[in-house]
């Protein structure tokens, strides 16, 4: 009778170290799985912080061409303006140049 109930312990002690081994088994799979999906995870979100970067640097882009092109055309039509007010004013400052040069006074 004592050799039975040893044999059911041991059996029963067997049996609870194959599910404590199993049990491990299981944690360690769920542990290696969830280290993927953090990786994973990781992963989609660098090259989404990348597509932003990206779509950022292109917008900046185009805000920084715009604003060339703009300030290239602020500056050409200034030096129109200024051309055509040299023009405008030529007659005038040859006058008096040639009146100081000459000695004249011309109002």
Avoid: C, F
């Avoid at 932003?52 to 604003?67: D, G, H, K, V, Y």
């Amino acid at each position: 009778m004592v050799d039975e109930t040893l044999k059911r312990l041991l059996d029963a002690e067997m049996e609870a170290e194959r599910i404590v081994a199993h049990a491990d088994e299981e944690r360690q799979a769920i542990i290696e799985q969830a280290k993927r999906d953090v990786s994973a995870a990781e992963q989609q979100h660098a090259e989404h912080i990348a597509k932003i970067q990206a779509s950022s640097l292109a917008l900046a882009e185009q805000r920084a061409q715009q604003t060339i092109a703009a300030m290239q055309r602020r500056y050409a039509e200034q030096a129109l303006a200024l051309r055509a007010s040299a023009d405008l004013h030529e007659p005038q400052a040859l006058a008096k140049a040639i009146a100081l040069l000459t000695g004249m006074n011309m109002r």
